[in-house]
DNA sequence: GCGACAG
DNA sequence: ATCTTGTCGC
């Protein structure tokens, strides 16, 4: 049932690893994309996508798409559970997002290969990381206030990702790169999307789109349709 | 051997 | 992730 080991699935990892590129090459950002996943019964996988503009965040295309359920959920592998849907996701959306936000880990990974970087090795698209705990590093709490930082470290002292307090109060959202950018640029990039929530703009109209939920897209932005 | 563990 | 009620805080 299962379309690679848990084993074949981490030398998989260890292959693709040496393909993440961590610069920003300074490309201009006009649209990018929440993605999240869903499961709506045991033996269902539920992508949702959300593209918006940048840097004024409005909705310019969704779609949700479905596919049967082919991995278990195993910390450290989310990515051979949900990229699959992804991709088939990505696949089906006409405008081609410049940066993609992923709630998953990029580089704050056990062998730096969360999901946003495994997608985004796979697209050799720009991809950032953020989850909303965290799956392996250590960091200090900080400062109770909005826009606050706390770089995360790995093993061997090496920096791998940042708690970023998105607002005064709430737990920090665990930001890493994913592929093809720096974590400064990921930092200002998930802060920017943050004007309101806790979550990311992005990712938390992508959730509730994979639960259901109708997600309007902004009027002016629908000329695709006229014709 | 005993925890920890994205979603 | 998903299943669920009340409840603490701004």
Redesign the pocket.
Known sequence: MWDVTPREAIQIQHRLNRLINLSWDGRKVSTLAGL?????DKKTV?GAIVILSWPDLKVLETKTVTQPCRFP???????F??VPVLLFGLSKIRREPDLLL?????LA?QRR????T?LGILLDKPAI?C??????GTYEESSDEKGSISYMYDDFGDVIGAAVRTRK?VKPV?VSIGHRIDLEKAIEVVLACSPKYRIPEPLRLA?KL??GEVIDVDASDEEGSLF
């Open positions: 999240d996943v869903s499961f709506p539920l959920y195993v910390p450290g592998l989310l990515a559970r949900e992923c709630d998953a880990q990029g990974h290969m969360g999901l946003a495994h990381g989850a909303k705990s965290v799956l392996y109060g665990y959730h994979s639960v």
